[in-house]
């Protein structure tokens, strides 16, 4: 069985597809068939005119059929197409995602940034000991979404207007920081252990390499203070060809970093892990519950 997650976002567009490593298992871990990511970043438009221009509107187009053409390829048996806060934010998003309908068959699902929170958690909290307190921290492109997570129960969860792309263009309104600045405060964080926190995104992957952390293992908050303020001394040149980082991601890192900083400061946060996982991950989960909630008894 092959299940697909396509993930537009609003720094990049995404095709996950996965084949549970056991298939008689409810809870499963899952193996990678194909990966394709490609830099269109919608965000760009959206958060400057609230609109997806004609020509990204046609690139998203030949993107999802490209990816048609690629779930039928492999074989996708289940999948199920999401889009964030671009698309969430753009006048024009529903009338697309109609379109495109049209056009490629696939039909596009605009999720609100709860829906997208839960969809992240339900791929990180296999991951997370059942015991214990974290805070997960999920930058996107658009908005970001933070939970708190104890004893492998969610207590708290919202979403905010605040990501790299939105930072790049100077659009995130000093109300929605404030709003997530006092969220963050009115957390009731346990006294009796101490928090730490899990950090999801392309970004917070990519400076927990750059630091030198191990996969599995947490990045301190110094060493990735450090790793942010070395970023951020170089020019786009160097985070390119030095760090091999992709030109979309050089561009809006430190952004992603300073989001990551902020949150961690706030609530006293000392360690962050940095799972390779996202909403795609989610989905694909998501895609695996229904296969066994469908089957008959």
Same mark, same amino acid.
């Given at each position: 069985?092959?299940?697909?997650?396509?993930?537009?976002?609003?720094?990049?567009? /995404?095709?996950?597809?996965a084949r549970p490593l056991h298939e008689d298992m409810e809870k499963t871990d899952f193996k990678s068939v194909e990966f394709t990511r490609l830099p269109l970043r919608l965000g760009d438009d959206v958060f400057k005119s609230k609109e997806i221009s004609k020509k990204k509107m046609d690139l998203l187009t030949k993107a999802m059929q490209a990816f048609a053409l690629l779930m039928e390829i492999y074989n996708v048996d289940a999948y199920r197409a999401c889009a964030t806060s671009a698309m969430r934010d753009a006048?024009?998003?529903?009338?697309?995602?109609?379109e495109i309908k049209k056009i490629t068959g696939l039909?596009?699902?605009?999720?609100?940034?709860?829906?997208?929170?839960?969809?992240?958690?339900?791929?990180?909290?296999?991951?997370?000991p059942a015991?214990?307190?974290?805070?997960? &921290?999920?930058?996107?492109?658009?908005?970001?979404?933070?939970?708190?997570?104890?004893?492998?129960?969610?207590?708290?969860?919202?979403?905010?207007?605040?990501?790299?792309v939105r930072m790049k263009e100077g659009k995130v309104k000093e109300?929605?920081?404030? /709003?997530?600045?006092?969220?963050?405060?009115?957390?009731?964080?346990?006294?009796?252990?101490?928090?730490?926190?899990?950090?999801t995104g392309g970004n917070i992957v990519k400076l927990h390499q750059l630091a030198g952390t191990?996969?599995?293992?947490?990045?301190?908050?110094?060493?990735?203070?450090?790793?942010?303020?070395?970023?951020?001394?170089?020019?786009?040149?160097? /985070? &390119?060809?030095?760090l091999k980082l992709n030109p979309d991601r050089a561009e809006v890192i430190c952004h992603a970093g300073n989001i990551f900083l902020e949150i961690m400061k706030k609530c006293n946060i000392h360690e962050i892990f940095a799972p390779d996982m996202g909403l795609k991950d989610g989905i694909v989960r998501q895609l695996w519950k229904r296969r066994f909630e469908q089957q008959p008894v």
């Open positions: 069985m092959k299940l697909a997650a396509i993930d537009i976002g609003s720094n990049a567009v /995404r095709l996950y597809i006048d024009n998003g529903k009338k697309l995602a109609a039909k596009i699902d605009i999720i609100s940034g709860k829906e997208e929170s839960k969809l992240i958690q339900t791929a990180i909290m296999d991951w997370l015991k214990h307190s974290f805070l997960h &921290i999920d930058v996107g492109g658009g908005s970001t979404e933070i939970a708190m997570i104890r004893n492998g129960h969610i207590k708290q969860f919202e979403s905010f207007n605040i990501g790299t109300s929605e920081m404030q /709003r997530m600045m006092e969220w963050l405060n009115a957390l009731p964080l346990p006294i009796d252990e101490p928090v730490k926190a899990v950090g191990a996969a599995g293992e947490a990045t301190n908050l110094h060493l990735l203070q450090r790793t942010h303020s070395y970023i951020e001394s170089l020019s786009m040149h160097d /985070r &390119i060809y030095d």
